[in-house]
Structures are given as structure tokens and as C-alpha cells.
């Protein structure tokens, strides 16, 4: 083993080990826990056993294991950005009809002889 | 859809000086302190029934708006102009307005084209009517300013399909209906285009109508710069594609 593999299989698969771990005890990080406990756990493998990835790579038809990893990884950063956009846009709305609810809430008529006879709000429409 | 041009000359136009109290203006105002004054001095020449929407400004925009007899709301927090206008659109509607209208806050647009704007909702029965500087007059505006709105121009036709001269323009009008159609999602720049994209969604009949955009460096300095066209463009496909 190589001094990279000594460093990053033990580490992978502590992780793996931890997600587990917090998997089983909160049943609402169970399928979070066990998608990054089987992404660590591929790690350790493919970087542990380099012939599997080279094997499924072959497999697919793409050549060098390398690949595989390189071409998924593209594919699930781009799923990643687009996830990570939706839920973005998603809080930006949450927030945007929070912060206007308030000004809705909070409007005022100004003007110093207008505001004697100062027109009610109707918000039943 | 149906476009339909409003008049070309201004002087043919037999328009109120006053519009009726059933148009609503909208206001989106950022850090406008030193500007808005004047600009709701000339506007309450022409709008009895104004809303300003401060935009979280820390300058002082909502006590000046609230010197005159206009709504104000206020942000506590800056979200962009697309979100400022939307909360006015929303506040007028919920407050029984037939017409709701927007406009700049920085002494840009010509309050007397707001009734040039009403007159070609009514004459041509549609519901949106759209300011255009470039069938209009936009005295003083940069070369390099022409010809990035020309370009938005074709974008806006090739990603939206509507053909409009004008497409960043802040001073439109909509009937009741057409308003309910607008929702505006995309809080900052980029919600010119979607306002487009949703009328050209609608199927609702909309109009051009020439109007006055007036440069200057103050105007210049603060309102969009031509670099923001591409974070304009880069915002719209972004939302398509992830969307």
C-alpha cells in the first residue's frame, strides 16, 4: 500500500463507520447517513483496491478506472449544483415573502395633511 | 398575444393630464433619499394613489417618502427592485387598483407619460402597456448603454419570443388582470425579462407606448451598468435550466 492509500482507507472508512453510526440513532438522518456512508465506503474501496474501479470501468466500456471516477464525478456535481440551486431559489422565496409579509404588514400613508384623513388598509383582498 | 404599437407622435395623443384613482403607481426605491423627493413632487402632479416600496435602504428613503400622502412600505432587508415592485403590485391589488403601473424612482421617466400609458391600455383593450425609449425619446443616453439594450432587445426575443424594442424599461402599466398574471420570482435585475416571459406566457394582448427616458451622470452613475447585462442574461438561463 502506498503512503496515500494508508492515509485515505482508514479515513474513508471511519466515516463510513460514523455515518452509520448516526444513520441508526436519528431515524431522520437515516437515508442521508447511509448515502454519504456508501459514498465514503466507495472511496475506501476504489482508492484500497484500485483493481475494482478498473474492472467496472473496463465493464462499462470507459477504459481507465480514473475515468469512471473523474466522469461520475462530474455527473454528481452537477446534480449536486442543481440541488443546491433549487433549494437556494426555495430560500430566497421563503425569505423574499417573509420580508414582504412585514412591509405588507407595516405600511404607512405619509404626507402631513393627508395622514389626518389617512386611508384604511384593506387586506381582506 | 397580440403586440399592438401605441401612437408614434406624442402631440396626437388627447390624454388626462390626471390619472384616475383606480391606477395604482408603484415605486421601488434604493438609497433614494436625495432623489425620491422630486420625483414624488412631480409624480402626485399626475398619480393620486402611490405606493413606495423601500427596498431596505439605509439612507433615510422611507421618512422622505413619508413627507408626502403616499403608501410606504419598506423591506427590513434589501432584496432587489424585482422584489420591491412585487410587494407594491401586491399591496395595490389588495388595495382594489384596476391599473397598476411602476416607475422609476430616480427622476428617470416622465410622470406625463403614465396617462399616455392608461390611454393605450383603454384604446387598445389590452392589458399591458410597456414603455418604450427606443420608439420614444431617451435624450443624453451613452452609445455603449444603446447598444447593450439592443442586444437585451434580441435576447429577450430569442428566450422569451416576444418582440418588444424596449426590454429593460421600469415604467409599464397593467390592468387588474394583467397584474394578477406577474409574479415576479427573480428579486433583482433580471425581473424585467421575467416580467416579459410572463406576458408573453399569459396570452394577454399588450402594447408599446413611446416614452421619455431621461440620462444624466446622476441617473448614469446609479442605474444599471452595461456589465450587468451579462449577470442579467447569466441569471435568466440559470433559472431556466435549473428550474
Known amino acids: 500500500m502506498t503512503v496515500f492509500q494508508w492515509i485515505v482507507v482508514p479515513l474513508a472508512t471511519l466515516l463510513a463507520v460514523y455515518q452509520v453510526r448516526i444513520a441508526f440513532r436519528q431515524r431522520a438522518r437515516l437515508v442521508p447517513g447511509m448515502v454519504w456512508a456508501s459514498v465514503f465506503g466507495a472511496i475506501a474501496v476504489c482508492v484500497g483496491r484500485p483493481g475494482i474501479p478498473n474492472q467496472l470501468a473496463h465493464w462499462l466500456g470507459i477504459g481507465r478506472g480514473a475515468d469512471l471516477v473523474l466522469y461520475s464525478t462530474a455527473v454528481l456535481l452537477i446534480l449536486a449544483l442543481r440541488w443546491s440551486y433549487a433549494r437556494y431559489r426555495y430560500l430566497e422565496q421563503v425569505h423574499t415573502a417573509l420580508v414582504r409579509e412585514l412591509a405588507l404588514e407595516r405600511a404607512r400613508f405619509g404626507g402631513q395633511v393627508a395622514r389626518d384623513a389617512q386611508p384604511q388598509a384593506r387586506k381582506s383582498a | ?243
Open chain 2, 1 to 243: 398575444m397580440r403586440l399592438v404599437r401605441g401612437p408614434q407622435d406624442k402631440s396626437s395623443v388627447v390624454s388626462p393630464t390626471r390619472l384616475p384613482e383606480t391606477v395604482w403607481v408603484v415605486v421601488a426605491a434604493f438609497r433614494e433619499a436625495e432623489r425620491l423627493g422630486p420625483v414624488l413632487n412631480e409624480l402626485l402632479t399626475v398619480a393620486s394613489n402611490v405606493v413606495v416600496v423601500d427596498d431596505g435602504s439605509d439612507d433615510g428613503t422611507s421618512d422622505v417618502a413619508l413627507r408626502f400622502p403616499v403608501w410606504v412600505l419598506r423591506h427590513v432587508l434589501n432584496l432587489g427592485q424585482g422584489a420591491a415592485l412585487q410587494t407594491g403590485i401586491h399591496f395595490a391589488l389588495r388595495q382594489g387598483a384596476k391599473y397598476v403601473a411602476t416607475f422609476d424612482a430616480d427622476g428617470q421617466h416622465d410622470p406625463r407619460d403614465l396617462p399616455r400609458l392608461y390611454r393605450a391600455l383603454i384604446d387598445n383593450d389590452a392589458d399591458f402597456a410597456l414603455g418604450s425609449r427606443f420608439i420614444g425619446a431617451s435624450p443624453g443616453i451613452p452609445r455603449s448603454r444603446r447598444l447593450v439594450l439592443r442586444a437585451g432587445v434580441w435576447f429577450t426575443r430569442l428566450v422569451s419570443g416576444i418582440k418588444v424594442t424596449d426590454t429593460h424599461n421600469g415604467i409599464r402599466m397593467f390592468t387588474r388582470r394583467g397584474a394578477e398574471r406577474i409574479r415576479i420570482t427573480l428579486n433583482r435585475m433580471a425581473h424585467a425579462s421575467e416580467i416579459l416571459d410572463q406576458i408573453a406566457q399569459s396570452g394577454l394582448r399588450y402594447v408599446e407606448v413611446p416614452v421619455t427616458v431621461r440620462y444624466s451622470l446622476e441617473t448614469l452613475s446609479k442605474g444599471q451598468r452595461n456589465r450587468h447585462a451579462l449577470a442579467i442574461a447569466a441569471a435568466i438561463l440559470g433559472d431556466r435550466l435549473a428550474t
